[in-house]
């Protein structure tokens, strides 16, 4: 199984991105894949997951802004960035979750598989 996260760079305070998170060796319909983010210092934290079966979810500091979604055909699952803030600014990591569950938790101990991040960072 292989991801690759891309898509980062340098933005202003309330500007946007969007995240790529390439797959390969495995279907997005069987599996749920996470959004995370290690900040300096930082423990990793989920930011969201797209689970198997399409359900979704968003950490609380990201509600609303950020977007999770999934393009079966290119095996690729995005996460788009609005309103971005400074407290954004972390390495961003995609992975696969263990298991097949259509419940899993967006947490990084379910989640194996990681690809490399891809840095966002915002300034003020």
């Known amino acids: 199984f292989q991801l690759q996260a891309s898509g980062g760079g340098l933005v202003q305070a309330g500007g946007s991105l969007r995240l790529s998170c390439a797959t390969s060796?495995?279907?997005?319909?069987?599996?749920?894949i996470g959004w995370f983010r290690q900040a300096p210092g930082e423990e990793r934290e989920g930011v969201s997951c797209?689970?198997?079966?399409?359900?979704?979810v968003y950490a609380d500091s990201v509600k609303g802004r950020f977007t999770i979604s999934r393009d079966n055909a290119n095996n690729t699952v995005y996460l788009q960035m609005n309103s971005l803030k400074p407290e954004d600014t972390a390495v961003y990591y995609c992975?696969?979750?263990?298991?097949?569950?259509?419940?899993?938790?967006?947490?990084?101990?379910?989640?194996?598989?990681w690809g490399q991040g891809t840095l966002v960072t915002v300034s003020s």
């Open positions: 992975a696969r979750g263990r298991g097949s569950s259509y419940y899993l938790s967006c947490s990084a101990s379910n989640f194996g598989s």
């Open positions: 060796g495995f279907s997005l319909d069987y599996n749920t």
């Open positions: 797209l689970r198997r079966g399409g359900g979704t």
